[in-house]
């Protein structure tokens, strides 16, 4: 498993973006596709999009194409997403977790701690 | 885009066995993956590869998958499976959730 460490609370105005951090450590970076996953407050899980670590490709749920992009960085072992043109429906926690070797049939077997997005004008 | 539909509760009594259902279009055919969420936690994987168990989760918990559905059941339910339960699938290489089935333990 791996230990994933994300970035703090951010409230934004309609209209802005965010941008959202996830340190991975103790395990190899390399060796897990991180995904990011939203809560919006009392409502289910849903999926923005992921990134290879090894390549940086990535793919993006048919909902969000055009306002996210997940990146990484693999000097620092941290993943990143960002999300634009932001609306109050994109109040949410935002997840980062992680699929070892982009293997689907894992499933997800690290979270993050979560960070609250408000969106509030 | 593919939809997974949960029942929104299953109440169990304490020592019974709790099943909760998941079921979508050719879902055994596909991976099921399930969650259990605590409020303001995030979710633990408790069942990948439709059957299997991560390390430390209780036997209890076991796992399903054929023809349509999925079935998540705790046997033995004890008040700390408490929880909201999340199915999952994918499709086109995105995670596809269910909506959630909150457990509770009367």
């Known amino acids: 498993q791996v230990l994933l460490v994300q970035s703090g609370a951010e409230v934004k105005k309609p209209g802005a973006s965010v941008k959202v951090s996830c340190k991975a450590s103790?395990?190899?970076?390399?060796?897990?596709?991180i995904h990011w996953v939203r809560q919006a407050p009392g409502q289910g899980l849903e999926c923005l999009g992921w990134?290879?670590?090894?390549?940086?490709?990535?793919n993006y749920a048919q909902k969000f194409q055009g306002r996210v992009t997940v990146t990484r960085d693999t000097s620092i072992t941290t993943a990143y997403m960002e999300l634009n043109s932001l609306t109050s429906d994109d109040t949410a926690v935002y997840y980062c977790a992680t699929l070892k070797d982009g293997v689907v049939k894992y499933g997800f077997d690290s979270w993050g701690q979560g960070t609250l997005v408000t969106v509030s004008s | 885009s593919y939809e997974l539909t949960q029942p929104p509760s299953v109440s169990v009594s304490p020592g019974q066995t709790a099943s909760i259902t998941c079921s979508g279009d050719k879902l055994g055919d596909k991976y099921v993956l399930w969650y259990q969420q605590k409020p303001g936690q995030s979710p633990v994987l408790v069942i990948y590869e439709d059957t299997k168990r991560p390390s430390g989760i209780p036997e209890r918990f076991s796992g399903s998958n054929s023809g349509n559905t999925a079935t998540l059941t705790i046997s033995g339910t004890q008040a700390m499976d408490e929880a909201d339960y999340y199915c999952q699938a994918w499709d086109s290489s995105i995670a596809v959730f269910g909506l959630g089935t909150k457990v509770t333990v009367l």
């Open positions: 103790g395990n190899i970076f390399t060796d897990y596709y």
């Open positions: 990134v290879n670590p090894n390549n940086g490709g990535t």
